[in-house]
């Protein structure tokens, strides 16, 4: 019997929750949290509060410069 058994992979943790940031717009999890670290707190929180609302990166980002007052 072997005494050292296969380790279980562990998937990786997203650093903002253990849910994916908007599904299918970004390839990965990775890409998806660090875009979210790219943003200011306040708007990271808008952002992660409204995720329902995106279907691409760019309603994202039209959002974000909504917010700024960019458009």
């Known amino acids: 019997m072997d005494p050292i058994g296969p380790i279980p992979s562990i998937p990786p ?9 908007a ?8 890409d998806g949290d660090d875009f979210l670290a790219s943003l200011d707190s306040d708007t990271r929180d808008y952002v992660i509060k409204h995720t329902d609302q995106f279907r691409s990166k ?14």
């Open 13 to 21: 943790v997203s650093m903002f929750g253990n849910y994916a940031f």
């Open 58 to 71: 760019e309603d994202i980002i039209e959002c974000i410069n909504r917010l700024h007052g960019q458009r």
């Open 23 to 30: 599904p299918g717009v970004f390839p990965t999890d990775k």
